[in-house]
């Protein structure tokens, strides 16, 4: 029996040929293939780190000014389409998927790592304790959430704005056109199936030792050998797999939610029962830093203090290419949740929420650290900060209940673990299918078992350090593409802004003074349902079917649909490349204000519901009370709207956004 799939044969093999060649390299050669790679590693990071610096500085600049723009109004999706998500949800899983097991690995690691570092052991404690802060904030702020913010962005415009597949390729529409549906478009997602499928891989293998060494130090395994590592790893990949194939709206969303309260418990812990003063004033100390020297970092290359650069390149230049090589992964699961918002919505949850959260989250755990390092543990926390597999066991103890606390911990690791792998799987079955909407079990499955095996083989052999090299390098190049991804971008919403700001034809304005006493009757009076239906049956019925004998007439193809609860009726014309012109007229309810009610000036319903005809259109621009208008004021109404929509799709460079085929064509 042939199984079905929704693999498309020309992601899916290259992409598994290069996956499973390097890391079968890395298993096998792991010290050979790690020196070839960390040359080319560090030859990128020391001769190239320019690109890093300029392309990171675009990001947060475009994504800061789009914020001030017109164009933050527009919706990811059209114009009456609302979040799937709630608000709560939508920012835990984003920030699940962004930082994930990186907040626990590093939050007391990062700021010790700097603290202690020869390049700054010239400075006084205290100075060293603020640019250690200064630093980790730098790494895990705006910056790092402006690099997926603009992955996220561009595909989520492009696939509910632009109705194109939830696909890398297609953020290249602007510029590719067509050409993205054939060997370049694969070309984008094969490089963006690696990329993630890497940088997943990489992570979990660090999570995994990072979970080993707290299960090992509170006797839950007795030591931190491959066996139990792989334990670990055949377990949580398999509660991760059930997640993903249960699909975002449960395992995925479920398992966010739980763990950002887990997280927000163990943050108020170690800050009330830490040095609770002394943190309240470090990191508001620190978030001041942060905004007065926030473009000296920006621009900052430490050309002329040669004695720092190559901690710049282990850290900032690296944190750069590590943040562009996950965006792939992260971008593509911020867009499949993002449906529905504004940009800028998207733009300030994206850049803000979980920037300002790091900030606190890294302030109370890593001045925790130090201020333990300086005042109770004599140095024993500096002597551990090489060691971040063990670093944040070791701190809890130095809190109470550390063993509530540290159980705490190990379970956030495990649900980030998951939440990383779920989310891993679901991404790389979407680029492997092309954005399939639905594939079945045993791909999911698949996923899971490949993510697992090479993970395992890697851990065994040593190989993951060599696989983290691969996965730097792959940001170089897919930094320049962000760039194309940018300047697609803006090319899109030029055309979107002249699509819906195209003004009308001078023509004549349908109310012409005429019948004026009557108008004077129902601009004073409310109708009810009963009326307004009245009239869509008697005034734009006959003036729709008028209309589409006269369409007819002269060649065009129109046809009228009605529809009920609510009542509708609208006049279609059907195009086989363009999509179809509709004007329609609904029955529509308000609510009038308890002040109106009691007014009497106005003429009113008995209750508080007032009925009215709306006109709609086919590109959900918002429409206007009708009631007003004559049979034949209504006809040169749609007219007018007629020849705004042929004056938009004869126009060449609106053929993105008015292509009714252009899913089909990309499938």
Same mark, same amino acid.
């Given at each position: 029996?042939?199984?079905?799939?929704?693999?498309?044969?020309?992601?899916?093999?290259?992409?598994?040929?290069?996956?499973?060649?390097?890391?079968?390299?890395?298993?096998?050669? &792991?010290?050979?293939?790690?020196?070839?790679?960390?040359?080319?590693?560090? *030859?990128?990071?020391?001769?190239?780190?320019?690109?890093?610096?300029?392309?990171?500085?675009? =990001?947060?600049?475009?994504?800061?000014?789009?914020?001030?723009?017109?164009?933050?109004?527009?919706?990811?999706?059209?114009?009456?389409?609302?979040?799937?998500?709630?608000?709560?949800?939508?920012?835990?899983?984003?920030?699940?998927?962004?930082?994930?097991?990186?907040?626990?690995?590093?939050?007391?690691a990062e700021p010790m790592q700097h603290y202690t570092h020869t390049a700054f052991s010239e400075n006084s404690p205290v100075q060293r304790a603020n640019d250690a802060q200064l630093f980790t904030f730098f790494h895990w702020g705006v910056h790092a959430?402006?690099?997926?913010?603009?992955?996220?962005?561009?595909?989520?415009?492009?696939?509910?704005?632009?109705?194109?597949?939830?696909?890398?390729?297609?953020?290249?529409? &602007?510029?590719?056109?067509?050409?993205?549906?054939?060997?370049?478009?694969?070309?984008?997602?094969? =490089?963006?199936?690696?990329?993630?499928?890497?940088?997943?891989?990489?992570?979990?293998?660090? @999570?995994?030792?990072?979970?080993?060494?707290?299960?090992?130090?509170?006797?839950?395994?007795?030591?931190?050998?491959?066996?139990?590592?792989?334990?670990?790893?055949?377990?949580?990949?398999?509660?991760?797999?059930?997640?993903?194939?249960?699909?975002?709206?449960?395992?995925?969303?479920?398992?966010?939610?739980?763990?950002?309260?887990?997280?927000?418990?163990?943050?108020?812990?170690?800050?009330?029962?830490?040095?609770?003063? *002394?943190?309240?004033?470090?990191?508001?100390?620190?978030?001041?830093?942060?905004?007065?020297?926030?473009?000296?970092?920006?621009?900052?290359?430490?050309?002329?203090?040669?004695?720092?650069?190559?901690?710049?390149?282990?850290?900032?230049?690296?944190?750069?290419?590590?943040?562009?090589?996950?965006?792939? *992964?992260? @971008? #593509?699961?911020?867009?499949?949740?993002?449906?529905?918002?504004?940009?800028?919505?998207?733009?300030?949850?994206?850049?803000?929420?979980?920037?300002?959260?790091?900030?606190?989250?890294?302030?109370?755990?890593?001045?925790?650290?130090?201020?333990?390092?300086?005042?109770?543990?004599?140095?024993?926390?500096?002597?551990?900060?090489?060691?971040?597999?063990?670093?944040?066991?070791?701190?809890?103890?130095?809190? &109470?209940?550390?063993?509530?606390?540290?159980?705490?911990?190990?379970?956030?690791?495990?649900?980030?673990?998951?939440?990383?792998?779920?989310?891993?799987?679901?991404?790389?079955?979407?680029?492997?299918?092309?954005?399939?909407?639905?594939?079945?079990?045993?791909?999911?499955?698949?996923?899971?078992?490949?993510?697992?095996?090479?993970?395992?083989?890697?851990?065994r052999a040593g190989g993951l350090e060599a696989l983290q090299s691969m996965t730097l390098i792959t940001a170089l190049p897919f930094a320049i593409i962000m760039l194309l991804f940018i300047i697609s971008f803006v090319k899109a919403l030029i055309i979107?802004?002249?699509?819906?700001?195209?003004? *009308?034809?001078?023509?004549?304005?349908?109310?012409?003074?005429?019948?004026?006493?009557?108008?004077?009757?129902?601009?004073?009076?409310?109708?009810?349902?009963?009326?307004?239906?009245?009239?869509?049956?008697?005034?734009?019925?006959?003036?729709?079917?008028?209309?589409?004998?006269?369409?007819?007439?002269?060649?065009?193809?129109?046809?009228?649909?009605?529809?009920?609860?609510?009542?509708? #009726?609208?006049?279609?014309?059907?195009?086989?490349?363009?999509?179809? =012109?509709?004007?329609?007229?609904?029955?529509?309810?308000?609510?009038?204000?308890?002040?109106?009610?009691?007014?009497?000036?106005?003429?009113?319903?008995?209750?508080?519901?007032?009925?009215?005809?709306?006109?709609?259109?086919?590109?959900?621009?918002?429409?206007?009370?009708?009631?007003?208008?004559?049979?034949?004021?209504?006809?040169?109404?749609?007219?007018?709207?007629?020849?705004?929509?042929?004056?938009?799709?004869?126009?060449?460079?609106?053929?993105?956004?008015?292509?009714?085929?252009?899913?089909?064509?990309?499938?």
């Amino acid at each position: 029996m042939k199984l079905k799939s929704t693999l498309s044969k020309g992601i899916f093999i290259p992409s598994m040929i290069f996956i499973i060649g390097i890391c079968v390299l890395s298993a096998i050669f &792991p010290e050979a293939t790690n020196s070839i790679l960390d040359f080319v590693k560090n *030859y990128i990071f020391t001769n190239l780190y320019f690109i890093f610096v300029w392309s990171v500085t675009v =990001f947060v600049l475009f994504l800061i000014i789009l914020l001030f723009t017109k164009h933050g109004n527009i919706r990811l999706g059209k114009n009456n389409s609302k979040p799937e998500y709630s608000f709560f949800s939508w920012i835990s899983m984003l920030f699940a998927a962004g930082m994930g097991i990186g907040l626990m690995y590093f939050s007391v690691a990062e700021p010790m790592q700097h603290y202690t570092h020869t390049a700054f052991s010239e400075n006084s404690p205290v100075q060293r304790a603020n640019d250690a802060q200064l630093f980790t904030f730098f790494h895990w702020g705006v910056h790092a959430w402006a690099i997926y913010g603009v992955v996220g962005l561009s595909l989520s415009y492009f696939a509910y704005r632009y109705r194109l597949p939830l696909s890398l390729r297609s953020c290249f529409y &602007p510029l590719l056109k067509d050409r993205i549906k054939g060997k370049w478009g694969n070309i984008i997602d094969i =490089f963006a199936l690696c990329s993630t499928f890497f940088g997943i891989t990489t992570t979990l293998g660090f @999570g995994v030792l990072q979970l080993n060494s707290g299960l090992e130090k509170f006797n839950i395994v007795p030591d931190t050998s491959f066996l139990y590592q792989a334990l670990i790893v055949i377990v949580l990949v398999s509660i991760s797999v059930f997640s993903a194939v249960s699909g975002v709206d449960k395992g995925v969303k479920v398992l966010s939610r739980i763990n950002i309260l887990s997280v927000v418990v163990l943050l108020l812990f170690v800050l009330f029962l830490g040095p609770t003063v *002394y943190l309240i004033g470090t990191f508001t100390e620190g978030l001041g830093s942060y905004v007065s020297s926030f473009f000296d970092l920006t621009f900052s290359t430490y050309a002329n203090e040669e004695a720092k650069q190559p901690w710049f390149f282990d850290w900032t230049i690296l944190y750069w290419a590590w943040w562009i090589s996950w965006s792939p *992964y992260v @971008g #593509i699961f911020i867009a499949r949740i993002s449906k529905g918002r504004t940009i800028r919505e998207f733009v300030s949850a994206v850049l803000i929420i979980p920037t300002l959260f790091n900030f606190i989250w890294m302030s109370v755990f890593g001045n925790s650290a130090v201020w333990f390092d300086q005042n109770i543990a004599d140095g024993a926390l500096s002597l551990l900060a090489d060691n971040p597999d063990a670093l944040m066991f070791s701190f809890l103890e130095y809190l &109470p209940f550390t063993e509530i606390t540290s159980f705490l911990t190990l379970a956030i690791i495990i649900i980030f673990f998951v939440t990383s792998a779920d989310s891993g799987i679901f991404v790389m079955n979407g680029i492997a299918t092309r954005n399939a909407p639905k594939s079945p079990k045993w791909q999911i499955v698949t996923w899971g078992v490949l993510l697992a095996s090479l993970a395992l083989m890697l851990l065994r052999a040593g190989g993951l350090e060599a696989l983290q090299s691969m996965t730097l390098i792959t940001a170089l190049p897919f930094a320049i593409i962000m760039l194309l991804f940018i300047i697609s971008f803006v090319k899109a919403l030029i055309i979107d802004q002249n699509y819906y700001e195209r003004d *009308y034809s001078i023509s004549t304005v349908p109310w012409s003074g005429q019948s004026w006493k009557s108008r004077l009757g129902q601009i004073i009076s409310f109708s009810d349902k009963k009326t307004t239906d009245e009239y869509i049956d008697k005034t734009v019925k006959p003036a729709f079917e008028n209309l589409q004998k006269e369409f007819l007439k002269n060649g065009v193809n129109a046809k009228l649909n009605s529809f009920k609860d609510p009542n509708k #009726i609208e006049i279609e014309v059907e195009y086989d490349l363009v999509n179809n =012109f509709i004007y329609g007229v609904r029955n529509e309810s308000k609510l009038v204000s308890d002040s109106l009610m009691n007014e009497q000036n106005i003429n009113v319903v008995e209750n508080n519901h007032v009925f009215f005809p709306k006109s709609y259109f086919g590109d959900e621009r918002e429409g206007y009370d009708v009631q007003l208008f004559t049979e034949n004021e209504l006809i040169s109404d749609v007219l007018k709207h007629y020849e705004r929509f042929l004056g938009i799709v004869s126009d060449e460079k609106n053929q993105l956004f008015t292509s009714r085929n252009i899913n089909k064509r990309m499938t």
